[in-house]
Structures are given as structure tokens and as C-alpha cells.
């Protein structure tokens, strides 16, 4: 892997306000320009900038409220045209997969089981006739995000009370692929500075599945463990052949205890 970014100074971060946003600014620091809604029209802030790592966007609402989604993602290719960045990454999710079962490959239909689901895979489908519609624009590559550590429902709501974790007949909690966030700010910072083209999407993770009651053992916390429900996904597993032919990651970065390293270096 690279530097945690080549050049930081190159790269431009908007959404950065939220979760993700704030656990990639305590990595990165200063170096990347940073924008948040209130700071105004995004084309001035990432003038100058080759990459835009696009994470506004809105996790829950209404149909008409997730529609934001799509309206962000093209706020910021039409921001970075006018700027003449050169690449822009929008942040997509695993939720487009819905209900699928694993391995969950790029070319997989997407199959989205909830609003947020079908709000990223309309925000895919304006982006690609964007980019159609604007070939000279800038290079659009959708990552379709796992979870991250400390951005995720579990590690990020942490409270005093112990948190319920559905248990399935196994013995096993739910199994999602997740990725620091040190090893997500190198993984974006080595994307931005690839030098050929990339895929149009990209899943986002680090390789293998996590237990998340592995996650709540390596962070020392207990849990109240409740039968899960017939609905609940005992795993997602999202297929990373492709981003590891680009950003080859380590096997150590799925372990627990890389993950709650990570967390707790992005928290302190």
C-alpha cells in the first residue's frame, strides 16, 4: 500500500461533515479541502484539486428525501466539471445488493431491498448517463461502500448499554465486510492517484467477512445477544476481486483487531 494519501493537496473531500467524512479528516488531516453544505457552491473549494471523493448524500428519510442522493452525486460531477477535476469517486453502497446472496460481484443486478438501496442505485444510474451525456467531463467511478468502522450502526452508536446483536442458530452474529478507516483513506488516496482508467463501480472493502460479535469481543464490550429474526441477512459478502487488482489489501485489514485499531486511532 502507499502513504495514507501520495499527495494529499490533490485531493478534495465533500459530504465531510458526516461519519465517514469526519473519521477520513482525523487521518488526513489539513491536506485534502475539505466542504460541508454550509461552506457554500463546491466548484471554488476543489479548484485545483485532480479528485473528488463525493460522500454528501442522505441515509434515511422519505423517497423524496433520499432522492438527494442522485441530486448530490450530480451536484458534484456538474462541480467538478466546472473545476476541471479530473476523476470524482461517488460513494455508493452495498445496500444496492439487497437481500442477495454472496459473492456479491460488480456485475450482480442490482436488487435493492430498501429505500436507501433504491435511492443509490438511482444515484449509480443518473451518474453513468451523466458521464454518457458529458464525455469529456470528468472520469466517475461508484464504490459501493461496506461498513466502516466507527461509521457503522454498531461501533458508531456505542453507548453506556450494552447493544443487542442478533444471534443466529449458528452461534454466529451478523458477517458484513467491513474496512478501517486508515485503510479506507489509504484505499481512496491510492484510487484517486491510479493512473490508468478505472472501473465505472468498484465494492469497497476489505477482503473476508467480519463477525460483528468478533468486532464487539476485540473492542471489549459485552452485548445482549437476541435471537435474530427470520428477516435478518446472517452475511453480506461483497466480491473485492476487482478492487484488489487495483489496491491490493492485506489480509490483516479485515481482522478485528486491525478494525477497532483503526477506530480507536480515528477517534482519539
Do not use: Q
Request: contains cysteine; neutral net charge.
Amino acid at each position: 500500500m502507499p502513504a495514507v494519501a501520495p499527495d494529499p493537496s490533490r485531493l478534495a473531500v465533500s459530504g465531510a461533515g458526516g461519519r465517514v467524512g469526519r473519521l477520513l479528516r482525523a487521518v488526513w488531516g489539513a491536506g485534502p479541502a475539505w466542504h460541508v453544505r454550509s461552506d457554500g457552491p463546491l466548484a471554488p473549494t476543489i479548484a485545483g484539486r485532480d479528485t473528488l471523493i463525493c460522500l454528501a448524500g442522505v441515509t434515511s428519510g422519505d423517497a423524496a428525501a433520499l432522492a438527494g442522493n442522485t441530486a448530490a452525486a450530480l451536484d458534484a460531477l456538474e462541480a467538478a466539471r466546472t473545476a476541471g477535476v479530473a476523476r470524482v469517486l461517488l460513494m455508493s453502497s452495498s445496500a444496492i445488493y439487497g437481500r442477495a446472496h454472496g459473492p456479491l460481484t460488480e456485475d450482480r443486478p442490482a436488487t435493492p431491498a430498501n429505500a436507501y438501496g433504491a435511492a443509490k442505485h438511482d444515484m449509480e444510474r443518473a451518474a453513468a448517463a451523466w458521464r454518457s451525456a458529458n464525455p469529456d467531463g470528468p472520469e466517475v467511478i461508484c464504490l459501493r461502500l461496506g461498513n466502516v468502522a466507527g461509521a457503522d450502526a454498531l461501533l458508531g452508536r456505542l453507548g453506556a448499554a450494552p447493544p443487542r446483536l442478533d444471534i443466529f442458530p449458528d452461534g454466529r452474529g451478523p458477517r458484513r465486510n467491513y474496512i478501517g478507516p486508515v485503510t479506507l483513506a489509504r484505499t481512496l488516496a491510492a484510487l484517486s492517484a491510479h493512473p490508468g482508467p478505472l472501473p465505472c463501480v468498484l465494492n469497497l472493502g476489505a477482503p473476508g467477512l467480519v463477525d460483528m460479535a468478533d468486532l464487539l469481543r476485540a473492542a471489549g464490550r459485552d452485548w445482549e445477544a437476541v435471537p435474530a429474526p427470520e428477516t435478518a441477512l446472517p452475511e453480506v459478502a461483497l466480491d473485492t476481486t476487482r478492487l484488489a487488482e487495483i489496491v491490493p489489501l492485506a489480509p490483516a485489514t479485515a481482522t478485528p483487531a486491525t478494525l477497532i485499531a483503526e477506530w480507536r486511532e480515528a477517534t482519539a
